[in-house]
């Protein structure tokens, strides 16, 4: 069987047709190149209008990379003719495994596109013989093209969530599709400030805000401001994930001021490496782990009192009654401001200011649980941390979107990966 006839019977074209195999001798990666031509006396087509017109030359000779075949390189080689369009003047005509003045083509672009979804693109890299550059613009590519033709239908409910981003405060707004039939990464932006969100928002649409139901999000100033104003119909729910990370930050301080009095005062290092007994949900300590912090727990000590007010606060989430729940709240407020404990009673404070808020959670009648914004913030960090490349704002954005936001693929696309 020749080359030429898979090449048929994966990527035909109506108007080209595959001409001569050959070897490209002394190549550091054994390369093969296939010839291109026109099939007899079809007329070029003009890349602006999609006409097909009269010939007017013909280029040199390109090369278009394909996707390699059993640790060779595949090269497609043709002269493009220019054609002569009586609308749109003289142009290169369009090449269908090609787009524009790229030298990857389509197919090996949605190649390593693909693959990039489940390795790291310097391992695409390493594994096709190819470079960083090549596989950051194939993902770019797949990234703008299922942007552009993703379905923003029937979206009702969002999450909204922040990430660290680089090192120092710097962060990143992404907003998720939260959706039972669908969940999404929908929009990245730069920082957390007011004008971020607004800029979802705009880019959104009004329509599509109008008709949201649901959304979900932290304590956050300047996010509760904008979520009001942008998405009035919608009813704001305060993320379970976003608070229990607040209590948890809260209890790293208590215990972290705590060891170091202890310490100073010349008592026994009771609470080293206790700092995961105290942050880590209960259930996923391990045997051991279990038994020091029973131990713990008999200690008077405020690290254990702030452990102990949030494993109580869980509680909250539990209720079947709104106004049981509220009740419940307002007590632990006012228990854990009675504590003493300053980093506590701050985040006390802060639930209390958005009491109504918190609420919402059960008028959702419950259903946005802190699983779906957690297993995305998880994701994400995880994309942000894996790829050692991000020098830039867009690499990463890119990054985040072809792994996180469901994008739609063309159809040949699947032929390919
Ligand atoms: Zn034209």
Redesign the pocket.
Known sequence: MQIKTILNRVQKFKSFVYGKESWIENAAIPTLEIEIKPRLNSRPV??????K?PGYDSLPERRFEFIPMWGNKVFFVYSPRR?D?????I?VELMPWVEGKRQLTEAYAWHLAGWAKRLSWKEVAEAFHTSWDHVFCSVDRAVAWGREHQDLSGIEAIGVDEIAWKRGHRYLTLVYQIDEHNKRLLWIGEKRTTRTLLKFFRWFGKERSHSLKYVCSDMWKPYLKVIAKKAGNALNILDRFHIVAHLNKAIDEVRAEEARELKEQGYEPILTKTRWLLLKHKKNLTALQDTKLAELLQYNLRSIRSYLLKEEFQFFWQYSYAAWAGKFLDNWCTKTMRSKIKPMKRVARMLHRHRPLLMNWFKAKKQFSSGIVEGFNTKAKLTTRKAYGFRTYHAAEIALYHALGALPVPETAHKFF
């Open positions: 003009c890349s602006y209008c999609g006409c017109r054609v369009c009586p609308r749109c003047g142009h």
